[in-house]
């Protein structure tokens, strides 16, 4: 029989490293027009042959201004650009539009757009041993640029991998059908599943600078092997469950039919005549078949 666990395992994940922080950014318009303005002033420089030393001047004012433009970039809706000097992390820009920050940085850019990550379909034992199907798809994001760029190697990966892991974990803690009510199960318990799955997923990947926006079971099933038995164990069950109502229902009817005829006085029963009664009713009411009634054309007790 299936137990409830006591106690969910906490993940615990390294502490992160580094956090996002804005970096400081130019109005990307300013910084082209004051590239563009110092090559200007040293093509003028240079064309005009006012000397060896204003030549120079010239020279250096171009290749100032040609590395100042290696300092504009853009960032596009739904995305963000980490910045790094010399391998030290500087910020990150995530307001869209031309930007122009130190030319001797690199920008890494970082999609911020939701993102939907489909699991395979995973071969499992569950909590009683069964083997089973399951599949899930999580809705995730990332929330901290710094995190995702330094903390692992690749954050999409990473995602993938850990969601796997949690719901490997999940669908070894719980029966996938629950033999009693009080125990929660994979099938019958979708939304505290599917709850507990989303936790356990943000708890793997929070180091990683992802939020999980919401994760849903996409497939759920026996494995092949066991199909066949399981479904006639259901079907049995469910078989078991109809009949339990149609008693239930059965019985209320002839409790109602005989205080009915005891109230209105309409015939007088001995207890053999209303065991009698009870028994057919109870056959017509809970048959699966239709009855064929014997029709008594003499008196009520012959």
Known sequence: MSQQPAVDVAVRMPDPVVEERAASSTNGFLGLLGALALIAVGIVLIVTDSGAVLTVVG??????????LAGLFTVAPGEAKVVQFFGTYVGTVRSPGLHWVNPFTSKKRISTRIRN????????NDLDG??????????WRVEDTARASFE?????????????????????????DAHTDDIISLRGN???ITSKLSA?????VASAGVQIIESRLTHLAYAPEIAGAMLQRQQAGAVVAARGRIVEGAVGM???????????????LDEERKAAMVSNLLVVLCGDRATQPIVNA????H
């Open 200 to 204: 356990e997923i943000s708890a793997r």
């Open 254 to 268: 002839v409790e109602m039919a005989l205080d009915k005829l005891s109230e209105r006085g309409i015939v007088d």
């Open 190 to 192: 979708a939304d505290e």
């Open 298 to 301: 003499g008196s009520l007790y």
């Open 117 to 124: 990550h489909e699991s395979d379909v995973l071969k499992v």
């Open 152 to 176: 692992v190697d690749s954050f999409v990966a990473f995602v993938h991998t850990q969601t796997e892991t949690a719901i490997r974990h999940i669908a070894t803690s719980y029966a996938y």
């Open 130 to 139: 069964n083997p089973i199907e399951i599949a899930a798809v999580v809705v």
């Open 59 to 68: 020279i250096v004012l171009d290749a100032l201004g040609l590395i100042a």
